[in-house]
Nanobody, 127 residues
Framework: QVQLVESGGGLVQAGGSLRLSCAAS????????MGWFRQAPGKEREFVAA????????YYADSVKGRFTISRDNAKNTMYLQMNSLKPEDTAVYYC????????????????????WGQGSQVTVSS
């Protein structure tokens, strides 16, 4: 079992920045590929970014590429999402997720591939 807790959400003006954190507890954090998803009101949950077990491989949705950066610190059992140049359309509840894997460079982009989920953190971007 892995427990995930997001933090760092809030209200920010368009063009501003926020950094989300996802703290993990339970089994060895470093043996999990991790990802961020988001869900806006009335919309389906969508993929945002993913990172491999080692942290050496990352992947982003086109909508956030160049503005968001995913990273992880396995020593601190924590994953991050640095969000810059935020837009009103980035407003959503952001979820972190974990997927067990034996491959150090694998990442996942589909929600069904993830086993564990956090409770979500609200990000609101005002225009």
């Amino acid at each position: 079992q892995v427990q995930l807790v997001e933090s760092g959400g809030g209200l920010v003006q368009a063009g501003g920045s926020l950094r989300l954190s996802c703290a993990a507890s339970g089994r060895t954090f470093s043996r999990y590929a991790m990802g961020w998803f988001r869900q806006a009101p009335g919309k389906e949950r969508e993929f945002v970014a993913a990172i491999s077990w080692s942290g050496g491989s990352t992947y982003y949705a086109d909508s956030v590429k160049g503005r968001f950066t995913i990273s992880r610190d396995n020593a601190k059992n924590t994953m991050y999402l640095q969000m810059n140049s935020l837009k009103p359309e980035d407003t959503a509840v952001y979820y972190c997720a974990a997927a067990g894997t034996y491959h150090t460079s694998i990442y996942y982009t589909q929600a069904y591939e993830y086993t564990y989920w956090g409770q979500g953190s609200q990000v609101t971007v005002s225009s």
